[in-house]
């Protein structure tokens, strides 16, 4: 996944040059959920500014007792865990 980092992150940077945010990659994990539930899929794929394959944002990530529930272009899920989800980001891209 790409993230966009704001100023208050640690990793911040200047955005290069054609970016217009600071963009890493990293991926968002949920360690040992309990119940992963698709409540819709949608599998057309967008191509970016770059000319890459794109499956849209994440428009929303929200906890709902213990219920993350996730979506986007790409379809909604919901996610039942204990924990919350992590977000490592790609260290070979810093600055």
Known sequence: M???????HERYREPRQGEQYCYV?????????????????NAHVHTDAAG??????IDY????????R?????????VDTTRPPRIPLDVTQDA
Not at 52 to 57: A, I
Not at 70 to 78: I, R
């Open 52 to 57: 890459e394959e794109d499956l849209g944002n």
């Open 25 to 41: 990659t990293g991926a968002l994990v949920f360690d040992a959920p309990d119940v992963i539930d698709w409540l819709s899929r």
């Open 61 to 68: 990530l929200v906890n709902e007792d213990g219920h993350w």
């Open 2 to 8: 790409e993230f966009v980092l704001t100023e208050a």
């Open 70 to 78: 996730a979506g986007g272009d790409w379809g909604e899920v919901v």
